[in-house]
């Protein structure tokens, strides 16, 4: 009887190693993947800033990584203006829809998404110069 219980405490502490391990590697990789994704918001904010990005396409990948590391930043004031652009553009078609648009329709597109940026051109420069400054709270591990 001893050695059946001491198997199984032994089976089940092996167990137990096995799945702290795969949590810290799980944690591991998420922190990672955070980092990563923190690292993508500078880039992109300050490419906007030096003009290398274009307004529209910076705040559709901006809002989409700014969902992913701290959603309730984009309900800010001095923030709100990314999701606001990323709206108003999400109907306009990319990549191979784009290509088979017409040049009319793209002409349309285009003004349009001028215009929006035109509008929101103060706005949009004073959230990236904002992002580029802004301390994100960190990734939380899952324990």
């Known amino acids: 009887m001893l050695v059946l219980?001491?198997?199984?405490?032994?089976r089940q502490k092996k167990a137990r190693n096995v799945n702290e391990a795969r949590i810290l590697a799980l944690q591991?990789?998420?922190q990672k993947q955070y980092q990563h994704?923190?690292?993508s918001i500078a880039?992109?904010?300050s490419a906007m800033k030096d003009k290398q990005c274009e307004y529209t396409?910076?705040?559709i990948r901006l809002k989409q990584l700014v969902e992913q590391v701290e959603p309730d930043l984009l309900t800010?004031?001095?923030f709100s203006v990314i999701a606001l652009v990323f709206s108003a553009t999400e109907h306009m078609p990319i990549n191979e829809q784009w290509q088979q648009l017409d040049k009319k329709a793209k002409s349309k597109f285009t003004q349009q998404r001028f215009a929006l940026e035109a509008d929101h051109k103060d706005a949009i420069h004073k959230a990236v110069v904002a992002l580029q400054s802004h301390?994100?709270?960190g990734y939380q591990n899952l324990a």
């Open 76 to 78: 800010q004031d001095e």
């Open 43 to 45: 880039v992109i904010a």
């Open 5 to 10: 219980v001491s198997w199984l405490y032994m």
């Open 37 to 39: 994704r923190v690292e």
């Open 57 to 59: 396409e910076g705040c």
């Open 28 to 30: 591991e990789m998420l």
């Open 135 to 137: 301390q994100f709270a």
